[in-house]
């Protein structure tokens, strides 16, 4: 029966003359070489890729380091960098569709704020930039190799504890801010309640939750690639794993610094 949306009916396939009449007659031979094409790669299909999200994520940390050198001979605009950056990571967060544009713009922000507090601690500790990027390779690098050998594996129990810890910390964080900025500490106390062997437990329990953000981030990468999401996620991934290296740096660095201190 004739279909009445004529959508449909302005198509043979869907009018009632069939498909053998709409489609063009094809040889034996066209047949063959159409079947011997090789199938339609993810990347042919506009489909998220491994390949892809490294791309983007690479992308995104030669942008960082970029704003990182001008953070480092500029130090003052690490406050700059972590208002904006601040901004922008909660915009991107709340975006329905990943935007190129915010994101890159965030690894921008975020990396003159990474190199001013990355100049500050220099001054005051000799060397532990370069300690702290160590841990951070490491930190990925183990997390990484735990993740692609099935060892370590996002669950909901783990997140649910995860994100009630994000808020206890977050809430944490913002206590400390305040009474710094109130005066409470001397003025030569740069980390405030964050101090001695109580910061050094803050700071390790901070370590460990970034790692499993880290796992979070390379859950979201491979059910990306395994469900076929649409290419443009990818900068969603990039935008997560450059959140949790910046974060699991500054977390680092500070931790070393408690140490040293």
């Keep these: 029966m004739p279909s009445a949306n004529p ?12 498909a053998a009449d709409a489609a063009p007659t094809m040889s034996s031979t066209q047949l063959q070489d159409l079947y011997e094409r090789p199938s339609a790669t993810p990347a042919d299909t506009s489909r998220m890729t491994y390949d892809d999200a490294i791309v983007k994520t690479a992308l995104l940390f030669g942008v960082l380091l970029a704003g990182a050198v001008v953070g480092w001979i500029v130090p003052g605009l690490f406050i700059v960098g972590a208002l904006v950056g601040l901004v922008l990571g909660l915009v991107n967060s709340f975006k329905r569709e990943p935007s190129p544009a915010l994101i890159i713009a965030y690894a921008a922000a ?3 704020f990474v190199g001013g507090i990355s100049a500050f601690f220099e001054t005051k500790y000799e060397g532990i930039v370069v300690q702290a990027v160590l841990a951070t390779l490491a930190v990925f690098g183990t997390t990484l190799a735990l993740f692609a050998n099935g060892k370590i ?9 995860f994100l009630i810890a994000m808020i206890g910390y977050a809430v944490f964080s913002l206590l400390n801010f305040v009474l710094m900025i109130a005066g409470v500490f001397p ?4 980390f405030g309640l964050r101090s001695g062997i109580f910061g050094i437990i803050i ?5 460990i939750m970034a790692a499993y ?7 979201f990468v491979q059910r990306g690639v395994k469900t076929g999401a649409p290419r443009k996620y990818g900068w969603s991934a990039a935008f ?5 290296l910046v974060w699991l740096y500054v977390e680092l660095l500070r931790l070393i610094a408690i140490f040293r201190n």
């Design 240 to 244: 997560g794993l450059t959140v949790t």
């Design 110 to 112: 975020e990396g003159l």
């Design 187 to 190: 003025a030569d106390n740069v």
């Design 7 to 18: 959508a449909f009916t302005r198509n043979p396939v869907f009018n009632g003359k069939g």
């Design 203 to 207: 700071g390790v329990l901070a370590v």
């Design 153 to 161: 594996r996002a669950s909901k129990r783990a997140t649910k504890i």
């Design 213 to 219: 953000s880290l796992v979070l981030d390379f859950d």
